[in-house]
């Protein structure tokens, strides 16, 4: 890296860890991640896994901005599938042991069900996956956490990707378990998907708000940008918001993002 932008990766990785403390819910996570974070470690797919003691196993969950094959997603949520059993093992058993990321080239070898899932990974346009985790306390060969990001295109940066995984693995292992005590507290469940709005039924106006909400600008931004003023960029973003079925910002932004609805526009 060059002076400058050893800065910026330090100043970036400043803000990321100082936002991180305040996030305690889904949605909240999923922005975070979004957020100042893909400067550090670009991604389209992050896969969270946490311990649950009720089940003495790994469960998780997927936030995803690209589209995935049906095989693949069900794959990545179940902890037990022959993908996910494989990349925890091979994180304890490598460089997991000494607290470093894993880097992952695709199309993956193994067993028959290993082999099926590579043109999904294909058809997503994904050749990498980055895998880190934290091992659980006094157990070294358990895991407490796994992460599991991958973006399409980024042929190069591998090195750098690793290390700003090794950077950011405490800040995503803490903000992820607190999402999880926070949730359980609440007795809090996962929403029940909004019906999913096409293409055609958001509007290019609307997509362009969604795209400002993205970049973290304000109605008053936004406004300017487009020129109208920042009462119907508000009306804009009730209409959204009813639209996808959201309550928020972030809850729409999510949706928009998991259907694709921002496709071409500035990230």
């Given at each position: 890296m060059t002076e400058s932008s050893t800065v910026a990766h330090a100043e970036a990785l400043a803000q990321v860890v100082a936002s991180g403390v305040e996030v305690g819910r889904r949605h909240q996570f999923f922005v975070w991640s979004q957020g100042r974070m893909q400067l550090l470690l670009p991604h389209?797919?992050?896969?969270?896994?946490?311990?649950?003691?009720?089940?003495?196993a790994l469960s998780f969950e997927v936030f995803n901005s690209i589209a995935l094959p049906e095989a693949l997603m069900a794959a990545l949520l179940d902890g037990q599938s022959p993908l996910m059993r494989m990349l925890a093992g091979l994180w304890l058993s490598g460089p997991g042991?000494?607290?470093?990321?894993?880097?992952?080239?695709l199309p993956l070898s193994g067993?028959?069900?290993?082999?099926?899932?590579?043109?999904?990974?294909a058809d997503a346009g994904i050749t990498e996956l980055l895998v880190h985790g934290v091992s659980r306390p006094q157990r070294s060969d358990e895991l407490e956490s796994l992460f599991l990001l991958a973006s399409p295109g980024l042929p190069e940066g591998a090195a750098q990707r690793r290390l700003a995984l090794d950077q950011l693995l405490p800040h995503l292992h803490r903000s992820w378990l607190r999402v999880q005590t926070v949730e359980h507290e609440l007795g809090a469940r996962p929403a029940a998907p909004a019906p999913a709005a096409t293409a055609a039924q958001i509007?290019?106006?609307?997509?362009?708000?969604?795209?400002?909400?993205?970049?973290?600008?304000?109605?008053?931004?936004?406004?300017?940008?487009?020129?109208i003023?920042?009462?119907?960029?508000?009306n804009h973003v009730q209409k959204i918001l009813r639209k996808l079925g959201a309550t928020n910002r972030a809850q729409?932004?999510?949706?928009?993002?998991?259907?694709?609805?921002?496709?071409?526009?500035?990230a």
């Open positions: 389209k797919l992050l896969v969270c896994g946490s311990y649950d003691r009720s089940r003495k042991r000494i607290g470093r990321a894993l880097s992952l080239a067993e028959p069900a290993l082999l099926e899932l590579n043109p999904q990974w509007t290019e106006r609307e997509r362009q708000i969604l795209s400002g909400v993205r970049q973290g600008l304000s109605n008053q931004q936004i406004g300017e940008r487009l020129n003023s920042p009462f119907t960029v508000k729409a932004l999510a949706c928009a993002m998991n259907q694709n609805l921002l496709d071409g526009l500035p």
